[in-house]
């Protein structure tokens, strides 16, 4: 069998079985839609002469939606299998997709590999091969055994993250079941079926875990571990990971904890400081100081109180060497729904009745030109993007006036706010030093794919990395550079990984 060039789904495995006459589509046909359109695999909609004007309507309406074909398709009318041939002639295997429940597929005169979802009952036509399978989500799964089995040498690469975040990834091309040019196949990994089916099937698993995070409990000390409560899914995915000592990861998931943590990742990039070099542009770590909850004894109890009203909370700062305006952001990075919550801050008094939560930490804000450089690494791979940030302080205080000066809050993932002006360009950036810290970053993470954020300290050119993130989309750099160098990434760890 050749690899899968092409599915025609037929419409006994779109609807649902109700009989109202919403004809709702089943749970997951757009979700399969749009993966077998950004897998660039030709999809087409067939239906039969007996589905009422208002269902072919809608299957018409679908196919334009998800650049499909929408074909009738009768096996017992001469020639309407030839509306389909052209389609159908592109190359490659086709896959016809129907519901055991529709009795005339059997009777297709052509040589499409049939897929037949839900009664393995039916049986099978001499001059057809048939496969059977349960659910309509273990179509992706099939595709990619297909294809592997066709290309011999592939391998099947499994990913989780949230939808949203897929598809920003898989409208770029990221996630093909069809066979990249290094011989990657993608298979979306679902906890709609047994995960132990799909993962026996794979070779590597890539996953975004801080999507499929409950809840974070942060170590009482920098030294001490975070605490992860994953969902039900993650959690039977993890159990595997464990289980398998020789199942390969991008990346294992104890190598996210740091950059869930701002605490230790600021820590981290202390180290920074090893790789300056006299007389020449430094790069470094922000300033910043913890602030978190502390605990007094009351009537036999511990009670926890919110130290951002610590009176030697100035003096703490002028000692972790932070001048006003500060930026604050609670310490749990991402995963939870409070870890974006951040506020500027332009003197002690702001502290008060601050609603960023504890533990939070207190960071320098760096007068940057409004300037942010994005730098993504990709294995050996490192790129860069421009884009514009936050005002100097000068200007974020006319804010603060004007905001009644009062704290300015924010969401760092919606409502950062940026200056329309952006004053330091590509040029201004020592760009090999900026590649040294991304080298000495991966290895002192041990991650293959992140990202991180650096400004430029005006008058010092202080280059100052703000942010470190795990699996970033790299929407700004061009996806025909990208897009590759995240395959040769993935392929490049799992062969080195697997010679260990």
């Not at 974070?216 to 993650?234: N, P």
């Not at 794919?449 to 970033?472: R, T």
Request: hydrophobic share 40%; proline share 5%; net charge negative.
């Amino acid at each position: 069998m050749s690899l899968v060039g092409g599915v025609m789904l037929d419409e006994s495995v779109l609807f649902s079985d109700s009989n109202d006459s919403s004809f709702q589509l089943r749970p997951g046909v757009p979700v399969l839609l749009r993966k077998l359109r950004s897998s660039n695999i030709r999809t087409a909609i067939s239906y039969g002469l007996d589905l009422s004007a208002d269902k072919v309507s809608e299957l018409k309406r679908m196919a334009l939606e998800y650049s499909c074909k929408c074909f009738l398709l009768d096996a017992s009318m001469d020639g309407t299998v030839d509306e389909s041939r052209a389609w159908s002639d592109g190359g490659g295997s086709i896959l016809y997709v129907v519901s055991g429940n529709k009795a005339a597929f059997h009777k297709l005169n052509c040589h499409w590999l049939i897929i037949v979802i839900g009664n393995e009952g039916v049986s099978a036509c001499d001059n057809l091969s048939m496969l059977y399978i349960n659910k309509l989500e273990e179509l992706p799964l099939t595709i990619c055994r297909l294809n592997k089995k066709a290309i011999g040498n592939a391998l099947i690469v499994g990913y989780v993250m949230k939808p949203s975040r897929e598809e920003d990834f898989a409208k770029r091309g990221a996630f093909p079941m069809y066979p990249t040019p290094n011989r990657l196949i993608f298979l979306p990994l679902t906890f709609e079926i047994p995960l132990s089916s799909q993962l026996k099937e794979v070779d590597v698993v890539i996953h975004k875990a801080t999507d499929e995070i409950i809840s974070i409990e942060l170590g009482s000390s920098s030294e001490s571990c975070t605490r992860i409560t994953y969902t039900t899914g993650m959690q039977e995915l993890q159990r595997f990971m464990e289980d398998q000592s020789d199942f390969i990861v991008i990346d294992p998931l104890d190598n996210i904890f740091p950059v869930l943590d701002r605490l230790k990742i600021q820590l981290i990039l202390l180290g920074l400081q090893d790789l300056n070099v006299e007389g020449c542009r430094t790069i470094r770590a922000p300033h910043f100081l913890k602030v978190c909850y502390s605990y007094i004894y009351i009537y036999g109890s511990n009670m926890q109180v919110n130290d951002f009203n610590d009176p030697d909370l100035t003096q703490r700062l002028s000692e972790a060497k932070l001048s006003f305006p500060c930026i604050v952001k609670p310490q749990v990075a991402c995963g939870v729904a409070d870890a974006h919550s951040m506020a500027i801050v332009f003197g002690a008094e702001d502290f008060r009745h601050l609603s960023v939560p504890l533990p939070a930490v207190v960071q320098e804000y760096v007068n940057h030109s409004s300037t942010l450089f994005k730098f993504y690494v990709l294995g050996e791979n490192v790129f860069h993007a421009v884009k514009k940030s936050t005002p100097n302080s000068v200007n974020l205080m006319k804010s603060y006036e004007r905001n009644g000066f009062r704290p300015i809050m924010f969401d760092s993932l919606k409502s950062l706010p940026t200056d329309t002006e952006s004053g330091f360009k590509i040029d201004d950036l020592e760009l090999g030093l900026v590649k040294d810290a991304a080298k000495w970053l991966a290895g002192k993470l041990d991650l293959t794919i992140f990202g991180f954020d650096v400004v430029i300290q005006e008058g010092a050119g202080d280059h100052v990395i703000v942010d470190v993130n795990y699996l970033p989309s790299f929407k700004e750099v061009p996806k025909d550079i990208a897009i590759p160098a995240f395959w040769d990434a993935i392929k490049t760890k799992f062969e080195s990984k697997k010679t260990k």
